[in-house]
């Protein structure tokens, strides 16, 4: 599998109120709902598929460490669960485990939230698991509760759901699922002959294309998606926004920032047309610092209303690569006074970019340095 399909953010883990598909080709894309738990997990510490199963608990032993591992594996290597010492029959939860954790959800829960970051700007985990990806829907495949057998029956049911508004959600589901397959251009396709009609667009469809960003271009997916948001003559800014912040996600969750090729040279080119988010610039200070500063000058000439969290970002890198403090923060004071941004409004941008590391001596160190320098140009 060259190119699976991944939960977004990343896998959850839900209890008996939520989604857990048997196909394995089902997963948390873009705006699912409901919740839908990922059958794909794996630990990323030992390395272990996660096994889960509805109707049983166990409490987490924090107080004894050293059991978790033993129990977790025991779990893992034992088809009934009652023998493992302190399960319990629970008709809220479903008992997760790989080889060195276990975890009873009762609700739903990220494995990762990239909004939730330390004092460094990285992203926590909530768990140790990951999505390690699903493999694309394809021939014979179950639609609707339907098998079909051929690309003409696809997308003939697809051209059918097209004036059907009860069945949007079940369109965006199957444009997903068959995501990096040998069916991935079925729906696009049905789509797009459509929508170029002479006649108006049909309601549903009308729908379908203003709430689906993935569709609404018929693209491939989210990076592409960008390039189509460039070339309107009127792009909405907040959409464009809204997909740079998915792919930042996207550059969080993988396993020691691996991404898939291309991603961060998306956002980069994203950047410096001037579709910058807070996100995106965490994660240019953490994964391409040395591309942060080069082009700090070029972000806050295109972004002014963020200057303050470009240079915070951008001072709080140069720390990170042990540059020499004094020319980056004379450089960056430069670039401050640049921008026309007075003093108050730059520290007032940097807090509200940085959220809870302003409240480190390392989040709001460089920020500080760097307007007490501006005020003496």
Not at 69 to 80: E, F, G, Q, S, V
Not at 162 to 171: A, N
Not at 244 to 258: I, N, Y
Not at 323 to 328: G, M
């Amino acid at each position: 599998m060259d190119t699976p399909n991944r939960c977004v953010p990343d896998g959850m883990t839900v209890g008996p109120a939520g989604d857990y598909p048997a196909d394995p080709t089902e997963f948390r894309w873009p705006n699912r709902q409901p919740a839908c738990g990922c059958t794909k997990l794996v630990c990323l510490l030992c390395k272990a598929d996660v096994k889960a199963r509805l109707g049983f608990f166990l409490p987490l032993e924090f107080g004894n460490r050293p059991l978790v591992p033993d129990l977790a594996t025991k779990l893992h290597n034992l088809d009934d669960w009652t023998q493992v010492p302190g399960v319990e029959v629970s008709t809220h939860h479903r008992l997760y485990a790989c080889r060195c954790f276990y975890y009873s959800e009762s609700s739903a829960s990220f494995t990762f939230n990239p909004d939730d970051v330390d004092e460094m700007g990285r992203g926590r985990r909530n768990l140790p698991w990951t999505c390690q990806g699903h493999p694309p829907a394809d021939l014979p495949i179950m639609v609707d509760g339907r098998i079909l057998r051929d690309v003409a029956e696809v997308s003939a049911l697809v051209k059918e759901a097209l004036t059907d508004s009860t069945r949007i959600e079940w369109l965006r589901g199957l444009f997903h699922r068959t995501h990096h397959g040998a069916l991935e251009s079925v729906v696009p396709d049905v789509v797009a002959r459509a929508a170029e009609g002479p006649a108006p667009l049909d309601p549903s469809l009308k729908s379908l294309c203003a709430s689906e960003t993935a569709l609404a271009p018929l693209s491939a997916f989210v990076e592409e998606v960008l390039r189509y948001q460039r070339g309107l003559s009127k792009p909405d800014a907040k959409r464009r926004e809204d997909l740079v912040d998915v792919l930042s996600a996207a550059v969080w969750q993988r396993p020691s920032g691996v991404v898939e090729a291309g991603t961060i040279t998306v956002l980069q080119d994203e950047a410096l047309q001037g579709a910058i988010t807070i996100s995106q610039l965490k994660m240019f200070e953490t994964h391409d610092r040395e591309w942060l500063i080069a082009h700090v000058e070029d972000l806050v000439a295109r972004r002014p209303d963020q200057a303050g969290g470009i240079l915070a970002l951008a001072g709080r890198a140069m720390v990170w690569l042990n540059a020499d403090p004094a020319p980056a923060v004379q450089r960056l004071a430069v670039i401050a006074r640049a921008s026309g941004v007075a003093a108050d409004a730059l520290l007032t941008q940097a807090r509200a970019s940085m959220g809870d590391m302003f409240r480190f001596d390392n989040g709001r160190g460089p920020i500080l340095e760097i307007i007490e320098r501006m005020k003496s140009l």
